[in-house]
């Protein structure tokens, strides 16, 4: 059992406490991050005279070969070494002999464990709004090629008014850009470097922490040691930015599910996306919707975790902070694989236009643009609102439609109906004629849209910005 703190201990470590201690089994996947770290640390040693530069081209030369092995396969991350700290150096010193076990010079496991998963976790960040940026120009080009495509809207599951596909997708639009701005916010806020801080008080050594931050690309250094080592508000945040995220897909998934189903038939999902039955033959299942629906908990649990975790913890750094990795990676791991194939479904679904404008036309969508009807006839709201309660309740006993009523039967209602009534309450007269900011009216989506469509061509610039 290789470990990098048996001088103070005399006797073993018990097998299975050893066991239960070591992370080797997941920080294994911080070994890119680790070497990245290590790099720009003996690099700023020698900067600063602490390492000779043949002590430096030494070390930087074995750190980049483990790379190198690791990532082509003759190097095996095993878990005979605790954490992927210990296997890195221990290889490492392996391969240079003594000059090697000069790479812990002025760092201690804290700080080095706090860059990499801040390493990590930043990666991540930009990867995930990435993804996010496909999911909307997807969304985007739904928009633009539906700006006709009739829907009912609705509240409390009840048909209340008529809208357009694009008005309702433009409504994820900006779900999923809010999740955006929340990764950028997330970024800003963590982009600082620990390393440095040592075990919790800093180092005697003469560390210039500005120049190893800007090897790492951060904005700068970490400003107290103690917090240092023991932040994890970042991955808090990033957890609960995934979890904002997810609820947004399993909002979208529940909709999708909600459309495929005999009693919608709105969309028809590409069998690339879905799955048949083992005994019913017709049967053609959205498993990935609904799947993205059911790992939202997972990620939710992660937050969860994570917040437990830390909630009791004194200051600086305590053994129960290596929980922050597991079910965070499970977390980052989950939430990549959902926009990744949410995205695909939702690229590659075909809408039934037909099906939609019918069911728009059914539960009386215009009832509302019948009393603004009335309201434009000089009859006050409220009264026109009883008049159109008392029109849907003679269309409900008729088992009709207020468009398909006589201009006679809606006069005997009210003497304010023209003939001018049926194109007021007309698919296409209900969604044009909603021209606020907002709204579903072709013109002001296609305002939004060339908004949206700015904002997909600019707002790169903004992670980039927060990475310089």
């Known amino acids: 059992m290789a470990q990098l703190w048996g001088g103070r201990f005399v006797g073993e470590t018990d097998k299975t406490a050893y066991e239960f201690n070591a992370s080797i089994r997941f920080d294994k996947r911080l070994f890119k991050e680790d070497i990245e770290g290590s790099i720009a640390h003996v690099t700023m040693l020698a900067k600063q005279g602490i390492l000779t530069e043949e002590e430096r081209d030494s070390i930087l030369q074995g750190l980049a070969e483990i790379r190198d092995d690791v990532l082509t396969g003759r190097l095996v991350i095993d878990d005979v070494c605790e954490d992927i700290h210990s296997f890195v150096e221990a290889r490492l010193i392996e391969r240079t002999k003594d000059v090697g076990k000069k790479l812990h010079t002025g760092r201690s496991r804290n700080d080095q464990v706090a860059l990499d998963m801040r390493l990590y976790t930043r990666k991540q960040v930009r990867e995930t709004d990435t993804l996010l940026k496909e999911l909307l120009t997807v969304i985007l080009t739904v928009m633009e090629e539906n700006l006709d495509t009739y829907m009912p809207g609705f509240t409390h599951l009840q048909k209340a008014q008529p809208t357009t596909l694009a008005h309702h997708y433009g409504a994820y639009f900006e779900m999923f850009r809010r999740d955006r701005e929340r990764m950028a916010d997330i970024y800003r806020r963590m982009n600082y470097c620990p390393l440095g801080a040592g075990a919790l008080a800093g180092t005697t050594y003469d560390l210039d922490r500005e120049y190893t931050a800007f090897l790492l690309g951060f904005t700068g250094p970490t400003r107290n040691s103690m917090d240092s080592v023991s932040d994890r508000d970042y991955l808090i945040e990033?957890?609960?930015?995934?979890?904002?995220?997810?609820?947004?897909?399993?909002?979208?998934?529940?909709?999708?599910?909600?459309?495929?189903?005999?009693?919608?038939?709105?969309?028809?999902?590409?069998?690339?996306?879905?799955t048949g039955s083992s005994i019913m033959p017709q049967k053609k299942n959205p498993d990935i919707a609904e799947l993205v629906r059911g790992k939202t908990g997972r990620v939710y649990g992660a937050l969860v975790s994570l917040l437990t975790v830390m909630k009791g913890i004194p200051l600086a750094y305590n053994k129960d902070m290596q929980e922050d990795k597991e079910l965070a990676f499970d977390a980052m791991d989950t939430v990549r694989n959902c926009l990744t194939l949410f995205t695909g479904m939702l690229r590659t679904m075909r809408f039934k236009k037909e099906h939609m404008a019918a069911s728009a036309m059914n539960g009386f969508t215009n009832a509302t643009d019948a009393a603004d009807y009335l309201v434009g006839k000089g009859v006050p709201f409220r009264d026109a609102h009883g008049i159109v309660g008392r029109l849907v309740l003679y269309c409900v006993e008729k088992n009709t439609s207020i468009e398909k009523l006589s201009l006679e039967e809606l006069q005997n209602i009210s003497d304010y109906f023209g003939a001018d009534i049926y194109e007021a309450v007309s698919l296409k007269t209900c969604v044009e004629k909603r021209l606020t900011l907002g709204a579903p009216g072709i013109a002001a989506m296609k305002a939004m849209i060339e908004q949206c469509r700015a904002y997909l061509m600019e707002s790169d610039y903004l992670m980039e910005a927060k990475h310089s």
């Open 238 to 274: 990033f957890l609960a930015a995934l979890s904002t995220v997810m609820m947004h897909l399993s909002r979208f998934s529940e909709e999708i599910i909600n459309w495929n189903s005999n009693e919608y038939q709105f969309v028809e999902i590409d069998d690339a996306y879905s």
